[in-house]
Each structure stands twice: as C-alpha cells, then as structure tokens.
C-alpha cells in the first residue's frame, strides 16, 4: 500500500494514504484521567485530538477538527475558552463566585440552536426519531439554562467544556449517519479526505481502508518489521505534537 507520509514512533512505523500530518499518539500508562485547566484533558481528550480506533466509540473520528473551521464564525465557540479576567462578572469584586458575561452566553446559546436546527432535521430524515443524539440536544438547552446562574469559576470550566463537547458529540453522530457510514458500506470508491474531522489511529489495515475510503484522515501504525519495502512513499515527516493544548492540570 502506498503512502503520503511515514513517521517513525518507537519501533514502530505510522503511515497514512490521505493526510499531510501524522500527530503523535498518547497512551494513558496510568490510568489516571484528570480533567486539565481548561476541564478538557489534554491529547487523551477526543474532542482535542485524534485516539485510536474503537468500535464502541466508533464516530470519534468524526468529531469536528478545530483548525477545518477557523473561518467559520458560527463554530468559533466550540472550542471556546473562558477566561476569568475577559469573561467572568463576580458577584463582588475579587469573588470566585459568578456569571459568565451576557455576550458568551448569547453566543453559547447559538450552538445549542445550531445544533437543535441539525436535530430535528435529521428526526425528520430518520424512522427512530428519539434517540441519543435528540437528548443531547435537550441537555444542551438544560446546561444553557444554568449559565444564567451564579456558580463558582470553577464549576463554570467544566460545564462550558461538557457543554461544547455535547456539541461537538452531536456534530460528528449526524456526519457520520448522514455522510460517514453510508461510505463505508460501500468500499470501492475513494472519497477525497476531508480535514474537517478528527480522524483516527488503528493497528487493522480493514479499519484503515474503510475509514480512508469514507474520506477520514487516518493513521495506521505498524510494526517496522512489516512495513512493505516496496511501499511508495511521498515524504517522511516528524509526528506533530499537541503543543497548543492545555497540558496544566485542574483542581478542585
């Protein structure tokens, strides 16, 4: 199998057919998940960067990629972060307890309407109309409905970032119903990939050709010892690492 680019990662090797980047894989060695500054959890969050493939959590990769929507200002608020100093009004001066300012919150309340206009189109579209995906858009409306509560700075971190990724869950569950899955049933046609999702890392070369024959990035990791010596290669890169997310961690 050909392939676009190849990095190596320990003794094995990640390549892939369709992106120009192949970012670092993170392992959790400990199983310890804690919630970082910004209530998301750094390259192990797969609202923040691509995790190997899961038939559980299968639309994972389909989960909205920051950078595809840099100029779309109706996303913009996805990936939002509040800052105390810019987007917190305090009950009193130096209180740690608060509101978000009116402007974010008008601006988090047009997620949730984007993502409820996309809700009921697709209820529309399908037979079993009362799903997941349509609860999450109601508890998106419920955490909205909080915001306009005083709450501790911290309590606000977290909620905003559940919020968002309620969001971003019920963004990738619609592309991968309407646009994903019908794709993979049918692999004898290669779609264009399109960087607006998260894509995915897996070990299985069947995963990989579904997954690259849907237009998703993907990457696959081999051991070095079976990498194909004929394979064509474009260019060799070093693995991109997740330096622009949070990495400090949250405390209670």
Same mark, same amino acid.
């Given at each position: 199998?050909?392939?676009?680019?190849?990095?190596?990662?320990?003794?094995?090797?990640?390549?892939?057919?369709?992106? $120009?980047?192949?970012?670092?894989?993170?392992?959790?060695?400990?199983?310890?998940?804690?919630?970082?500054?910004?209530?998301?959890?750094?390259?192990?969050?797969?609202?923040?960067?691509?995790?190997?493939?899961?038939?559980?959590?299968? /639309?994972?990769?389909?989960?909205?990629?920051?950078?595809?929507?840099?100029?779309?200002?109706?996303?913009?608020?996805?990936?939002? /972060?509040?800052?105390?100093?810019?987007?917190?009004?305090?009950?009193?001066?130096?209180?740690?307890?608060?509101?978000? $300012?009116?402007?974010?919150?008008?601006?988090?309340?047009?997620?949730?309407?984007?993502?409820?206009? /996309?809700?009921? $189109?697709?209820?529309?579209?399908?037979?079993? $109309?009362?799903?997941?995906?349509?609860?999450?858009?109601?508890?998106?409306?419920?955490?909205?409905?909080?915001?306009?509560?005083?709450?501790?700075?911290?309590?606000?971190?977290?909620?905003?970032?559940?919020?968002?990724?309620?969001?971003?869950?019920?963004?990738?569950?619609?592309?991968?119903?309407?646009?994903?899955?019908?794709?993979?049933?049918?692999?004898?046609?290669?779609?264009?990939?399109?960087?607006?999702?998260?894509?995915?890392?897996?070990?299985?070369?069947?995963?990989?050709?579904?997954?690259?024959?849907?237009?998703?990035?993907?990457?696959?990791?081999?051991?070095?010892?079976?990498?194909? #010596?004929?394979?064509?290669?474009?260019?060799?890169?070093?693995?991109?690492? #997740?330096?622009?997310?949070?990495?400090?961690?949250?405390?209670?």
């Amino acid at each position: 199998t050909d392939a676009f680019c190849v990095a190596t990662y320990g003794h094995r090797v990640i390549t892939t057919p369709n992106i $120009k980047f192949i970012p670092q894989p993170f392992d959790n060695e400990s199983d310890i998940i804690q919630a970082c500054t910004d209530g998301r959890y750094w390259a192990l969050d797969p609202f923040q960067w691509p995790q190997m493939y899961d038939n559980l959590y299968a /639309r994972s990769f389909a989960i909205p990629h920051q950078e595809a929507y840099a100029d779309d200002a109706s996303m913009m608020y996805a990936w939002f /972060r509040p800052t105390f100093s810019s987007d917190f009004t305090p009950i009193s001066p130096g209180n740690l307890f608060g509101q978000l $300012k009116t402007n974010i919150v008008g601006h988090l309340k047009r997620l949730y309407e984007k993502a409820n206009t /996309r809700v009921n $189109k697709y209820k529309v579209a399908r037979s079993h $109309k009362e799903d997941h995906v349509v609860g999450w858009a109601h508890a998106m409306r419920t955490v909205h409905e909080r915001f306009q509560q005083a709450m501790a700075w911290r309590d606000i971190i977290i909620i905003v970032a559940e919020y968002q990724c309620r969001f971003l869950d019920i963004w990738a569950v619609l592309d991968y119903y309407k646009i994903i899955e019908p794709r993979m049933r049918f692999v004898d046609t290669t779609h264009k990939v399109d960087p607006k999702w998260m894509g995915c890392f897996t070990e299985d070369v069947t995963i990989a050709t579904k997954v690259h024959t849907a237009g998703v990035p993907v990457w696959l990791i081999h051991d070095a010892r079976l990498v194909n #010596p004929n394979m064509n290669i474009v260019k060799i890169v070093s693995l991109t690492p #997740p330096d622009d997310l949070v990495i400090g961690m949250y405390h209670d």
